[in-house]
């Protein structure tokens, strides 16, 4: 089974991005951890990070037929990506959202997500535990369905 994982824009600062927000964890630490559970479960990941809309459509696409389940951290553009979503529900490839943040508990704009409503479920607020459980919710998701 194999599993695609998306970091939208800005996850590549990781570390030293607000990290009173995002934790001190860099983007290589929390995909080590992704790995390490991921070989716990018998998955294999994909990992993309872009800063580019147009990027995460594209690989989004691309993991029609080849991914069961997606991960997504759409970052700012959980809150703007009408493209993202779309391609989400064109491919219907399972998938949670997942957020180092609770993006409820902050500015307004960030408790709509464009994502959510067409995800199986949404992660937020849990650091880098967010993407593990995450992973853990997607593969659960799809076992059931097997
Ligand atoms: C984020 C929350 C978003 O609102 C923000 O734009 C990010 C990171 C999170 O993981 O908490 O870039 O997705």
Known sequence: MKILVIHGPNLNLLGTREPELYGSLTLTDVNSALETV?????????????????????????????CAGLLINPAAYT????????????VSIPTVEVHLSNVHAREEFRSRSYVAPIAVG???GFGVDSYLLGLRAIFSHIKLRL
Do not use: C, K
């Not at 994909?46 to 029609?64: L, R």
């Open 122 to 124: 949404q992660i937020s």
């Open 38 to 66: 991921a070989a716990e479960l018998g998955v294999e990941l994909a990992i993309v990070q872009s800063n580019h809309e147009g990027a995460i459509v594209d690989a989004i696409q691309g993991a029609q037929g080849v």
């Open 79 to 90: 809150h703007t990506s009408v493209a993202v979503r779309d391609a989400i529900a064109a």
